[in-house]
């Protein structure tokens, strides 16, 4: 029995002590952004979460990190220096170039994540350890700088004396401590000056970065900094509430429409931890999922997502949609494909003579590999192409197949209707996608579409009350500002985000119009056998007045 104050009551036996186990921020992305990290604090929006304490019964030994925790060869990590960052695949020799700095990541196999490294002569990671700063140091400062003068003086160290230590092997710590040592105005600035000062030149001189494992909140301030456009310009915490606010979990059976390049559909992925199903709607030839291949998901994720063509949406609802409608587009566009094939072996034989630097067939890489390589013997080159060509066809052929499958077993899941949420977040107009996605999902549930612009989400609003069948029909959009948190520094920055984009939020409902056409519906008649079922009331009898 607990008291007031938390405490166990005078009749709870004493308990023995239990292991803390910490659960890192990332794990409550949905409910609490990150903002920036400074040294000594931390700012966050949302419910604050930071940290979170679980009880466990039995005290484990400290054993070595786990394999989830290591980085390997071919895994997706995300490099971070300062507030840059960029997703990059593990691999052994390959030279991988960061912030006008090139080296290898042979060295970081086998760290954990969240290593720091520093970058050495040659491009090799050196581990780098965290040194103890001394407190009871006292710096040497200025009362403030009205005297110092900026006039490219004060450094006695100049460009070549830099390069030179540079030649020599001189790590960038040591080059600020002499920078620091032959500046004469660096003992008269202010303390914060000194700071500053040291922060700015260890940026430039220092090559440190930090391995990451990627994850929702780092993947999208990475698009958001660094290709907006690509995402719609959808800002980290919009795609949070975009998550919350459609009850993205486990166990969940989603639709998703995006051209977000993938980030929202690997958001819902990481969400629902590779349990249930996940449908996803695309435009064009193929899905885009740059963005959900950075996460690095393993394969049995990768079996619960299904894809199905959003030219093919109408004709499910309609009814008239077939497997013979994919098997002709898949027969069509192979048709295509040899004859484009063999018009561009035509070309290209004509112009072997005259230009070395002739195009290969788009679909031959392997044919032009080898042109470049015996330009002079064409009767060894043709039964080569040939074969390349007929293993493509036939490679091409079996995807085809693979692909048609998966979209008869998404057909399949949205013809039933029963899905638990919608997303929608596309650089198309809202209105006629929301209206037609709607129909396969079951009654309440929840529904999110985001947009970069608040008017096509007004005249969605405005479509969705004339139609009904839903309600907390909700626009909002987020406001976020970054804090600087530090000693005596803390203060909003001058610098935020102008907008992370609106987002249209409700729930579906059993609406008289949908009741009434059992087409629409499958569960309508579900719905009208449980009120057939229920009961009628009993009247009661008016006892009259006795005259």
Known sequence: MLGLSGRPGPSEPSKPPQAKLRVPPEFFFGAAMTLKEAPGARAELGYGLESMEVSTEQPSPQSPHPRDHCIHDGDFVVLKREDVFKAVQVQRRKKVTFEKQWFYLDNAIGHSYGSTFEVSNGGSLQ????????????????????????????????????????????????????????STTFRDKTEFAQDKYIKKKKKKYEAIITILKPSTRILSIMYYAREPGKINHMRYDTLAQMLTLGNIRAGNKMIVMETCSGLVLGAMMERMGGFGSIIQLYPGDGPVRAATACFGFPKSFLSAIYEFPLNKVNSLLNGTFSAEMLSSEAKDSTLVEESNGEHKEKQISEQANEDSMAEAPESNPEGQRTMEIVPGEPENKEPKEKGNK???????????????????????????????????????HPTPLLLSLLDFVAPSRPFVVYCQYKEPLLECYTKLRERGGVINLRLSETWLRNYQVLPDRSHPKLLMSGGGGFLLSGFTVVSDSLRADPSLKPWASTVDSHEAEEPAAKKQKCVGSDS
Not at 395 to 416: C, D, I, T, V
């Open 390 to 428: 007929r293993d493509y066809i036939q490679e091409r052929q079996r995807r085809q197949e693979e692909q048609r499958k998966r979209h008869l077993e998404a057909a399949a899941l949205l013809a039933e209707r029963n899905a638990d949420g919608l997303i929608v977040a596309s650089r198309f």
């Open 127 to 182: 581990l780098k350890k965290k040194k103890e700063e001394p407190t009871s140091e006292t710096k040497e400062a200025g009362t403030d700088n009205r005297n110092i003068v900026d006039d490219g003086k004060s450094q006695k160290l100049t460009q070549d004396d830099i390069k030179a230590l540079k030649d020599k092997g001189i790590k960038g710590e040591e080059i600020v401590q002499q920078l620091i040592e032959n």
